[in-house]
């Protein structure tokens, strides 16, 4: 609960409300006072607040002022500091006020009466007593008034003793109290009745927890692999939807999966030495793969499916590529490797993409039957070997560092 | 906020048709538990029921709590996606100075039966850690599923 308004009743006696600052809030105002002399509720120097003078038959409230205007659920809560011996001496706290008309309040007596608790409700004039118990009051009781949409509730001392669900008055109004008649004609604004601590508090803010989603699958989530020497994935079947794979590891990374599948997620594979990816199917859509490694990287797949994605391998050593059947279609391959290329694909069929590799020692090139169209094909490297028996290419061009070498020279 | 996690158990029953929850009919309700030694295990040997999860993990009392039936359920592909999405509106325990204190985890399952007073038919299909022990004794608690759904099948 957050405190929107506290008076201890502190100060110099007989210091008339409207002329006293609370301890949190901006000040009292008198709204009603109306007995032929002027009343007031005036500090009585030993922390609560009293009536300066008897009237029979009259009333006076003053309302709490507030920093920002008041919602429209809060508690207010006092403590009795005194009450009277006599009877129809009474004291109101009021919610919801809006004028002498309109408002909620409880409604307590002295020993002396009957139905000395009331929860009551005042609307365009017409009063209303919605509950009511006989419970005397004593010195040091607790009195709360909970003010809720959907139900107002008077707890003394913590233990509720009247409710209503009536919300016939919906604004959030003033809290504050008062003596008097406010709810019988009869009754009396008299100097004896006392309260102290006078304490508005308003609902904290609703706290909203926004749930964690879940996959009915075990999929959905990242995978981020950390190693510094080995990393082994040897799963009979994986199955990996929607989810990244992060892989980084210093020396060996093996992936040895007899199925994997792969679908619509991004893959990130670092490793330093030795990267192995021997998987006996390998299905790979709509991603990119990017794969590096320093020393040596073998691609051993005995049917590599990939579609429209980009491959970028960047070996530092050796680069070998032993995939038996190999579909790639719509998608660039950049190889970059300094010292040895291996392309030894029984079949290697490429269609409309292009192809750079470049191999600072050796690159070769010895797939059985290489289908190339439609693409800029450029291969750079000091030793170059293309050993096909078949090759067909719209365009080639293979060249040493120091030397251009193109299709239609050597046709 | 806490993973939310599926009961292994749940998932078989609604595959081999022992315990099928019907998402977008059947009654879905809400109910809050208090830590325990441990969260609810969710694993195969783990819970099933509000039984089995209540055997552990207490439900919350105070003032004015009662369990929340989904309301707004919605089961609807995610937009340009073939993912299913399960979601509901907010569910909210109102404030109260004698409400609970100590709600940890919020358990979602399936009423089976005019009550709640058959709870070893009432199928649990997710629970949601609530990551902290929440109160509303100064304020509402407002359970929102996540844009998405609080489940989905991707």
């Known amino acids: ?411 | 906020m806490g993973a939310t996690t599926i009961p292994a158990k749940l998932k078989k029953s609604q595959v081999d048709g022992s315990a099928v929850i019907d998402f977008d009919t059947d009654v879905l309700r809400c109910m809050l538990v208090v830590a325990g030694a441990s969260a609810p295990n969710v694993s195969k040997s783990g819970v099933q029921f509000v039984s089995d999860v209540v055997a552990a993990n207490a439900e919350v009392t105070g003032t004015g709590y009662a369990r929340q039936t989904l309301a707004g359920v919605t089961v609807a592909f995610a937009s340009g996606t073939d993912t299913v999405e399960f979601s509901f509106s907010d569910i909210t325990f109102l404030q109260n100075p004698a409400g609970f204190t100590n709600a940890r985890y919020a358990v979602f399952y399936k009423r089976v039966g005019a009550d709640d007073s058959t709870p070893a038919d009432d199928p649990v299909f997710a629970i949601a850690d609530l990551d902290s022990d929440r109160s509303v004794q100064s304020g509402d608690l407002v359970l929102k599923a996540p844009t998405g759904g609080l489940i989905n099948w991707p």
């Not at chain 1, 609560?48 to 009237?55: D, G, H, N, Q």
């Not at chain 1, 419970?135 to 909970?146: A, C, F, Q, S, T």
């Not at chain 1, 995978?223 to 210093?250: D, E, P, T």
């Not at chain 1, 994997?260 to 199917?281: E, M, P, Y």
Request: overall charge negative; charged content about 15%; glycine content about 6%.
């Open chain 1, 1 to 411: 609960m957050t405190v929107a308004f506290q008076d201890l009743f502190n100060g110099v006696d007989g210091t008339d409300l409207a002329a006293h600052t609370p301890d949190i809030g901006t000040g009292w105002s008198k709204v009603v006072d109306t007995g032929s002399t002027t009343q007031a509720i005036q500090l009585d120097g030993n922390g609560a607040a009293e009536l300066s003078v008897t009237e029979n038959n009259q009333r006076v409230i003053y309302t709490a002022e507030t920093a920002a205007p008041l919602p429209a659920e809060y508690d207010i809560t006092i403590t009795i500091d005194n009450v009277s011996a006599g009877t129809n001496d009474k004291m109101q706290v009021f919610a919801r006020f809006i004028d002498d008309n309109n408002w909620y309040c409880m409604d307590i007596g002295t020993p002396a009466d009957s139905n000395n608790c009331r929860l009551v409700v005042k609307q365009n004039g017409s009063v209303t007593i919605l509950q009511q118990v006989t419970n005397d009051p004593d010195i040091g009781d607790v009195y709360k008034l909970e003010i809720r949409n959907a139900v107002k509730r008077v707890l003394k001392n913590g233990v509720e003793i009247l409710s209503s669900n009536d919300n016939s008055i919906t604004s959030a109004g003033k809290a504050g109290f008062g003596y008097g008649n406010s709810v019988v004609s009869t009754d009396d604004a008299q100097t004896g009745p006392r309260i102290r601590d006078f304490l508005v508090e308003t609902l904290d803010s609703a706290v909203t927890l926004t749930l964690n989603q879940v996959a009915w699958a075990a999929s959905g989530l990242s995978v981020l692999v950390n190693v510094r020497a080995f990393l082994s994935l040897a799963n009979s079947s994986w199955q990996y939807v929607n989810q990244m794979l992060g892989i980084n590891a210093i020396s060996v990374i093996s992936l040895l999966q007899t199925n994997w599948s792969w679908g619509s997620q991004a893959t990130d594979i670092n490793a330093r030495l030795v990267q192995v990816l021997g998987q006996t199917l390998y299905s790979w859509a709509g991603v990119p793969l990017p794969v590096n490694a320093d020393l040596l990287l073998l691609m051993q797949q005995v049917s590599w499916n990939i579609a429209a994605e980009n491959i970028l391998v960047n070996a530092r050593n050796y680069f070998s590529f032993n995939v038996a059947t190999w579909s790639t279609a719509g998608n660039a391959l950049l190889s970059n490797a300094r010292s040895a290329i291996n392309l030894s694909q029984d079949t290697w069929e490429w269609a409309k993409q292009s192809l750079s590799v470049t191999g600072s020692l050796a690159t070769v090139v010895s797939a059985a039957e290489w289908f190339w169209r439609g693409a800029q094909t450029s291969i750079f490297g000091l030793g170059f070997c293309a050993d096909d028996r078949n090759m067909k290419s719209d365009h080639i061009a293979c060249m040493t560092p120091d030397q251009a070498w193109d299709e239609e020279a050597h046709s």
